[in-house]
């Protein structure tokens, strides 16, 4: 790659996606590839296809970023990231080995409607009382629903895993921590063969400042998991899960 021929002004509108698309991912556990293919396709014009690609690459690097993050100020509950692990992963295999035979576009509409629900259900419970914490008990099955739906349905692991988990009662910043943590292993399972056939000269260019933006962000959306009070992540969460399903159903819907 010739790094020299890099346009740093052309470049700033990618790095502001993928800047703002982990910082709300960082803090709230969910939302970077929702947010990060609205920005790029309604406002960048950049085709569909090529917005899935350049987030699959750059989630590789994002993830590990915003794990390491969320270790360092002790956002991760080790009990519960071995418990999500390998489920996830699995989950994950198994979509990605059933995508050429099921049409996930027939699913992703109630999907998001049932995601839309929890999201209003969490934002009642973060404006209304301050919940107490428990220990999540439904999680292994959660985390191979939650891999399958990431591969097969090109997104829903933070989604669905975190919210809920929440929705259990689980503290939220350790379920922020814990569910970007894992997403990392998922991410690299999921996109090893994607990555080996891409290869690296794609994070030249417009990649390349997504990439800059989504690493830079990850340490602060990590600081803020660990800052913000039970109930502000609970009305957070609640808001960004309903508003982004909504837009997804409705996206659904009208295409």
């Known amino acids: 790659m010739d790094f020299a021929s890099f346009n740093l002004q052309e470049l700033l509108p990618y790095i502001a996606v993928g800047f ?7 803090a709230l556990g969910m939302a970077f590839g929702v947010i990060s293919n609205s920005l790029m396709v309604g406002v960048l014009g950049v085709a569909p296809a090529l917005a899935s690609q350049r987030v699959h690459v750059v989630e590789c690097f994002t993830t590990a970023t915003s794990g390491i993050s969320h270790l360092l100020h002790g956002n991760i509950d080790k009990k519960l990231f071995f418990r999500l692990l390998l489920p996830g992963i699995a989950g994950g295999v198994l979509g990605a080995y059933v995508l050429t035979s099921v049409d996930a576009s027939i699913v992703r509409p109630a999907v998001l409607a049932y995601l839309c629900g929890i999201g209003i259900y969490l934002l009642w419970r973060g404006l209304t009382f301050p919940p107490p914490t428990r220990s999540p008990k439904f999680v292994a099955p959660l985390g191979l629903v939650g891999g399958f739906l990431d591969a097969a349905g090109g997104g829903g692991w933070g989604p669905v895993v975190t919210s809920n988990l929440l929705v259990q009662g689980a503290e939220p910043r350790k379920v922020v921590g814990t569910v ?76």
């Open 20 to 26: 703002a698309a982990q910082l709300v991912d960082g």
């Open 180 to 255: 970007s943590a894992v997403e990392f292993f998922l991410t690299i399972t999921i996109s090893a063969a994607f990555v080996y056939h891409l290869g690296f000269a794609d994070l030249a260019g417009a990649t390349l400042g997504f990439l800059i933006g989504g690493v830079a962000a990850a340490p602060l959306g990590a600081y803020a998991a660990k800052h913000f009070s039970t109930k502000v992540m609970l009305v957070f969460v609640g808001v960004v899960l309903t508003l982004t399903s909504a837009f997804g159903v409705y996206s659904a819907l009208a295409g």
